[in-house]
């Protein structure tokens, strides 16, 4: 499966995921002058809200997708040197000099490897260092990814798409915090937290799920097909209001490298 993003159309329908980012990134007691790391950045629109509260701090942003890095790079430019963007795999991540900060943002259950994820994170951080994170968790776009099975049993998707392999995983909390104090971490917390998401339309709702849910299933449809696709799993997610809801759960992670 391909790593890459549509990184303009990510910027443009990334709002669930910045308003998320910034519940994360205000609830971190700062001093304002940490040396973080950005585990994930996509865009660059949580990092600009993180660089925000470090006026005297730096912020180091890792994607591994290229299309992300170069548009969070672009878009972060005015902060530069404070805030760096750089390509790299967080599971092969070695980073100069540790920080004293790791927040990532829907992005850890990308990463199928959690207990090398956290060796990673643990190495990239100082002895004392916090690593504060959301992704998603177990239970997560359940019902979503219903209705996209029920779409690609149709006869126009079912032969492109009747093997997906596993593109997630959404850990639950109790795992979590057991992989984390294995890794070498303490203060370890971790919360499961249902967070739905609405779109006034189908169509906005088929935008967002092309970009960001679909994704996988996407790239192995032909080009003509891919809208319909889409747009075919929304109105399986319509609320009878006529607003169209992505179930999200979030898993909250926090946890400190021991001194
Ligand atoms: C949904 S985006 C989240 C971006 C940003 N944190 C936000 O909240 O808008 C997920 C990001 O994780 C990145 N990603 C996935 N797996 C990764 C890995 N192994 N190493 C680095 N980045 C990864 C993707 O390239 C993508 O930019």
Known sequence: MSGEWDAGSYQRVSGPQV????????RIPLRGDEDALDAGCGTGRVTRLLAERLPDGTVLAVDASHAMAEEAARRLADLAPRVRVRVADLLALRVDEPVELIVSTATFHWILDHDRLFAR?????????????????????????????EVSARPAYAASLAEMPEAWLFADHHATVDRLDRAGFTETRAWLEDAPVHFPDAVAGAEFLATVVLRHHLERLDPERRAPFAREVAELCMLPDGRMEIDYVRLNLEARREE
């Open 19 to 26: 308003e998320w980012g910034r519940r994360v990134v205000e």
């Open 121 to 149: 994170m643990r190495a990239a951080l100082r002895p004392g260092g916090r690593l504060v994170a959301q992704c998603g968790g177990a239970g997560n776009i359940a019902r979503t990814l219903r209705a996209a099975d």
